[in-house]
């Protein structure tokens, strides 16, 4: 069945004269569209399909093994001189046979691509074997915070590659799941006509194993706040076990070295698993949802409406019989009633007394067009909707004012400022220092560096732990 309908020559492009091409344009569509820095805010249109693949048939048209292959393709009797010929046709051929395809992007009303299901899987194993690292095998969010959490405990740079793997898997988790409900849903439309019964209960099913562990026990959600904290306690480790684990991450991470740049790769590592964490949080888990929620509602009206067509031939089976018996004079008649009766004897008939319809009155019209009237909103009920509103403002401070407001003070006195020394006089004061942490790590502001100190911080508002916040040694503290 897999080499039935658009996948009936799936392997046609890696079987020609150019299939290097092919492979290395695969595995460069796989990194853009679901590598580690894939940009999931905006879907991919025919001109950015265009330069994306651009680079890669410029770089390899030349290059391309001389051997002859006996069965001929489109591609290979293409000029090597007209890159742009050659990249619309390796797109149509991507298309044609079932690797790539095209959908409406509702939001920028432009036709967009992507990998098909089958694609995107025969992608990945093509993109994974160039990869120099293995892969680990277990995905869930689960993996990721108990590989922070030993990373932490044990100063091991291996449980820190391995939640790194983890974060990317779990954005691959929630994909699929998508690429799922989606094909579903192409499933529904395309067999309207047949009750989707076998397909729903193998959803059922699945659901039952995967996707209800999924949203869960590995709910991103739930776990994501953990993450969080791991990652913090992990950026205010002391110096020494930093550089333990910058010496050890050096001999094993040294794939990072074309995607890092001249970041550490401790604080990359960091950085990237945070970003893949909140990817999957705030677009990818959504995303799921939305598909799931999609099928289900397309299904249940399909069900429904098979529901509704099997009633219908019911009552039409009546219309038939009385039809029938209209037709019928004498004996005949007479035979087919009888017949028609014992049928129908477990049947039970009821019928409406008449005088229970009644018509109402103008003044009962009338009371039942004020019971239905939207209520008006009393001056009563605006006053205590913004007195909350204010309640609830006045406790919120933005963490770009806290962060002006520590730079301001570092100019000031010229050197480190401990959380324990700030004034407490007032409640913007006590608000300050109690999100001061959040607000200078949330900013990503390289020249602030907030650093937990062994001692406490008591006073009459709270307790907690004492931070040393400072400007980075490499930084330039003055206002200029």
Not at 170 to 193: H, N, P, W
């Amino acid at each position: 069945m897999f080499f039935e309908a658009e996948r009936q020559n799936f392997f046609r492009p890696l079987n020609g004269k150019r299939r290097e091409l092919v492979v290395a344009c695969l595995r460069s569509l796989y990194e853009s569209l679901h590598g580690p820095s894939a940009d999931y805010s905006q879907n991919l249109t025919r001109d950015a399909l265009k330069d994306l693949l651009a680079p890669t048939v410029q770089g390899l048209i030349n290059n391309i093994a001389a051997d002859s292959i006996l069965d001929e393709d489109e591609l290979s009797g293409l000029d090597n001189a007209d890159d742009q010929q050659l990249t619309n046709a390796l797109i149509r051929a991507l298309l044609k046979d079932g690797w790539l395809e095209t959908f409406g992007d509702r939001a920028g009303l432009v036709t967009a691509y992507r990998l098909t299901r089958a694609g995107k899987l025969f992608a990945e194993a093509l993109w994974s074997l160039d990869r120099l690292r293995s892969r680990s095998r277990q995905r869930n969010v689960r993996s990721c915070r108990n590989a922070l959490e030993a990373a932490r405990k044990n100063i091991d740079a291996y449980d820190l590659v391995d939640a790194y793997d983890y974060a990317e898997k779990i954005i691959s988790d929630l994909s699929e799941g998508v690429d799922y409900f989606q094909e579903l849903v192409r499933r529904l439309m395309s067999e309207a006509t047949h009750t989707p019964w076998d397909e729903f209960v193998a959803f059922l099913d699945r659901f039952e194993k995967e996707f209800k562990k999924q949203l869960t026990a590995d709910n991103v959600e739930r776990h994501r706040q953990a993450i969080r904290d791991s990652l913090s306690r992990l950026r205010n480790l002391e110096g020494d076990k930093v550089n333990a684990f910058e010496s050890q991450l050096q001999d094993i991470a040294a794939w990072t070295h074309q995607e890092r740049g001249d970041t550490a790769i401790f604080n990359w590592l960091l950085d990237r698993i945070e970003d893949r964490v909140e990817v999957a949080c705030t677009a990818k888990h959504p995303e799921l949802i939305k598909a799931m929620n999609i099928y289900m509602r397309r299904a249940a009206s399909i069900v429904q409406q098979a529901l509704m067509l099997q009633g219908g031939q019911s009552r039409q089976a009546y219309s038939r019989a009385i039809a029938q018996a209209a037709t019928l004079e004498g004996d005949a008649q007479t035979g087919f009633l009888k017949r028609l009766g014992a049928a129908i004897t477990v049947s039970e008939i009821r019928l409406l007394d008449p005088a229970a319809f009644k018509l109402r009155s103008a003044s009962q019209r009338r009371k039942a067009l004020t019971v239905t009237a939207l209520p008006k909103v009393t001056r009563d009920a605006r006053l205590q909707a913004a007195m909350q509103r204010s309640e609830a403002a006045a406790f919120t401070l933005s963490n770009q004012d806290v962060v002006d407001y520590i730079r301001g003070e570092l100019r000031l006195q010229q050197r480190s400022v401990r959380l324990s020394s700030l004034p407490m006089q007032t409640a913007t004061d006590v608000l300050q220092a109690m999100q001061m942490v959040e607000a200078v790590r949330a900013s990503r502001d390289e020249t602030l560096n907030a650093k937990k100190l062994p001692s406490r911080l008591h006073n009459a508002y709270y307790t907690g732990s004492d931070y040393q916040i400072e400007f980075n040694h490499d930084s330039d503290p003055n206002p200029a």
